[in-house]
């Protein structure tokens, strides 16, 4: 079991909290987490406005992009929109087609197949698309270091506009415009956009560029662009984008516009879910809506997902639905079956400072799943690779502290190809006979920069609290300073000397709790989801510190607070 150190926030000051009585004491904290003090500076942070978005003609070359589509469309110019397979990809595609098809473009998409063609483009992809006369190809989500594909395209007379958010590569490929944010000598103000956030922006560009669409013969409604955003806000938190500065505008107003989204694509795959669609909140996208578009991806092929998310017709939406839910099932039977597999590999010869595993037959699409669950279970970065076609492919997944793509870059050589992010890379070796070598070589060089400390999680707590403190007032307030995710995660409160009353098994299998508590004050239930192999460190009747987060429980109808155990540890 990975140790947990604790880091609880100090209190807010006398004068912090002066202006702030009536508000409830756990909204006071995360108020005092951001440093949000004055009523405007709490309103701004509440209410963010959709005019707070930046100028998209702040990129760089933004006008060359617009121009080029505006031309294609003017003068009929067959376009393809070409993307990547997974959520941030397959969103962003649709919110280019189906703003390019409102604009009266004539435009085709295209997706690869992960196994056959791999991330990124590729050459025969460039060649097809010539010869079916495409004349402008926009990339989303790949095409920055795709420097030889974009030539190949460049001399089949393709003009190329790329929309990405990925590192900068040492070569970029001559294509006619890129945009993205993440590039040192970009000029647009907020660089961490996910892929469907730069194809919004490019949206939005044309939508100023044509006037909403009546200078091109294509007069849309004002605002119709909003529409969209219930794609941009899938793509933002399934890609575990920054929710802070624009990507909290982006997902805050997604959010409404997917509770009521015009598209029998959502609404059937909501349906078939058995969840409500005006409650998806952002939690709803991260762990239902994300995992069944990736699963497409995965185990099958993303055009699956990308249809239903285009798709005007609600009986093929439905049917494309229940497909997409079917292949879901089949890939959490494989990732848990798969992550049990690796767990017992590396039980067998653990190492301090990273973990590998290796098996012929767990499915590609899977592999980024199970490294992650292993990361995040032991602490410490994890590759696990499998067999595709005589090659060795794997996917790896970090910590945080640890930059995984910079020690990727140091072993180059043993890489027919690689890419990825400073926490997640994925990678296919030279030979299948250098998997031994590089298994140890990744391990030695984890260990060059790996610090004891590293192995313990730290939980940053917001502040300490009482279960009266969790009124339904209070998660209102909570729910306000939304949408949660990355860089502006769900508090953690802690609760200090708690009285355990009561422990219960939950679940068929017994593998969560519900624990009953007492402060002194009031007693409360929690819910300790996987903690049923934990139950002896809540003894009935001792006291106990909890770190928890506190949710809403909605259950027949009924909505009450409802406190999340993080993590326990015993009081002393």
């Known amino acids: ?139 989303v989500d790949c095409g920055t270091s795709n420097v030889e594909e974009i030539n190949t395209a460049k001399s089949l007379g393709l003009d190329v506009i790329v929309l990405d958010h990925h590192h900068q590569p040492a070569e970029l490929p001559p294509a006619d415009a890129i945009i993205n944010p993440v590039f040192p000598k970009e000029t647009y103000p907020f660089r961490g956009l996910s892929s469907a956030g730069v194809a919004f922006a490019l949206v939005r560009a044309l939508v100023i560029a044509t006037n909403n669409g009546e200078k091109i013969g294509k007069p849309q409604t004002p605002g119709w662009e909003k529409w969209l955003l219930d794609l941009v806000a899938i793509s933002t938190v399934a890609d575990m984008m920054p929710l802070h500065g624009e990507n909290r505008i982006l997902v805050r107003f997604g959010l409404m516009v997917l509770r009521k989204t015009k598209r029998p694509g959502i609404r059937a795959l909501f349906a078939v879910m058995g969840s409500q669609l005006d409650r998806a909140d952002e939690h709803t996208i991260g762990y239902h809506l994300a995992p069944r578009i990736n699963a497409a ?174 009124s339904p007032d209070a998660l209102d307030f909570l729910d306000q300073l939304g949408p949660y995710g990355m860089e502006n995660i769900r508090p953690l409160f802690a609760i200090e000397k708690a009285r355990v009353q009561r422990v219960d098994a939950v679940g068929s299998d017994g593998q969560h709790i519900r624990l009953t508590i007492s402060d002194g004050n009031e007693s409360r239930q929690c819910i300790g989801f996987r903690f049923g192999t934990r139950r002896n460190e809540f003894p009935i009747g001792e006291h106990i510190d909890l770190a928890v987060e506190a949710t809403w429980n909605i259950w027949q109808g009924r909505k009450q607070p409802q406190l999340r155990i993080i993590d326990v540890r015993p009081h002393v």
């Open 1 to 139: 079991m990975i140790k947990s150190i604790w880091h609880i926030a100090d209190e807010p000051t006398a004068e912090f909290v002066r202006d702030l009585v009536a508000t409830p004491r756990i909204a006071q904290l995360v108020l005092w987490r951001h440093q949000l003090a004055s009523p405007e500076a709490i309103r701004d942070f509440l209410e963010p406005e959709y005019s707070h978005l930046a100028d998209p003609f702040l990129f760089k070359q933004m006008h060359v992009a617009t121009d080029r589509i505006i031309k294609a469309i003017t003068e009929h110019e067959p376009i393809t929109v070409y993307g990547d397979y997974d959520a941030d990809g397959v969103t962003s595609t649709a919110v280019v087609v189906e703003a390019l098809r409102a604009l009266g473009a004539n435009v085709s998409w295209y997706l690869p197949e992960r196994l056959s063609e791999g991330y990124g483009l590729n050459v025969q992809a460039m060649k097809s698309f010539a010869e079916q006369g495409t004349k402008v190809l926009v990339t």
């Open 297 to 470: 991806g995965r185990l099958h092929h993303a055009s699956l997902a990308l249809e239903l998310l285009l798709s005007t017709d609600p009986a093929i939406a439905q049917q494309l639905a229940e497909q997409l839910q079917g292949i879901n099932q089949d890939r959490q039977q494989l990732t848990e079956m798969a992550t049990a597999e690796a767990l017992e590999q590396v039980e067998v010869s653990p190492h301090p400072a990273a973990a590998t595993a290796f098996a012929p037959h767990w499915s590609p699409g899977i592999l980024g799943l199970v490294a992650g669950r292993l990361a995040d279970r032991l602490w410490r970065p994890v590759l696990v690779m499998s067999e595709n076609d005589g090659e060795i492919i794997g996917s790896g997944r970090s910590v945080p502290g640890v930059n995984i793509m910079s020690v990727m870059d140091d072993g180059r050589e043993f890489f027919l190809r690689y890419g990825g992010h400073p926490g997640a890379c994925g990678f296919t070796l030279v030979s299948p006979d250098k998997r031994e070598a590089f298994e140890g070589w990744f391990r030695e060089r984890m260990a060059k920069e790996w610090e004891p400390s590293a192995s313990t999680k730290t939980l940053e707590l917001v502040g300490r609290a009482a279960l009266q403190d969790f």
